[in-house]
């Protein structure tokens, strides 16, 4: 299968599968590229996703926190995933000295059905590095959130997006 892209097509034929050893999640992502599991029990990221060819580092990562007591969900309410985002996002900011949303929402993300929010994000560490991040958040049957996180120098970011939402659309929950 080859997807058209402005940057050419992508041959996802003979993409490697990743299956979480937890057995939450499983995706496809491009031959080469280098997958970091959960580092110990204390990390809250499942997955980094990193291309070592690539002319400037960046990575993916995603986090899937099943019953996530963050989403405050009573089943009364309608959760709001732009909401959920937002609160992330909070909470992240400290990291940064610098964090600033670009873009809300556009493109629209998918994440195996499930409602999505997104933000693109100028950011500026502590260590002067700087970059451009999309964030899409899922909530996964109203009680778990997807982060999925792919940050990358502002003028590849662009570049490397084709294959980011490619990977995002492959995506399959399995619990």
């Known amino acids: 299968l080859y997807l ?25 992502y491009p031959p080469g590229w280098i997958t970091k599991g959960k580092e110990n029990f204390l990390s809250s990221i499942d997955l980094t996703l990193t291309n070592p060819n690539a002319t400037k580092p960046f990575q993916i990562t995603i986090t899937y926190i099943m019953n996530d007591s963050s989403l405050n969900y009573t089943r009364n309410e309608i959760i709001v995933p732009a909401n959920n985002l937002r609160n992330l996002e909070g909470e992240l900011k400290d990291e940064y000295q610098q964090y600033i949303v670009v873009g ?17 994000v100028d950011y500026t560490k502590y260590n002067e590095q700087t970059g451009r ?36 659309k492959s995506i399959v929950i399995l619990s």
């Open 104 to 120: 809300k929402g556009s493109p629209a993300y998918s994440i195996y059905g499930f409602p999505t929010a997104s933000d693109i």
């Open 4 to 28: 058209q892209s402005s940057y050419g097509q992508l041959d996802v034929d003979n993409w490697q599968t990743y299956v979480d050893p937890a057995k939450k999640f499983t995706l496809f």
């Open 133 to 168: 991040m999309l964030n899409v958040l899922g909530i996964i049957k109203g009680k778990s959130s997807f982060l999925i996180s792919y940050s990358n120098d502002k003028q590849a970011f662009y570049k490397s997006l084709p294959i980011v939402s490619e990977i995002m």
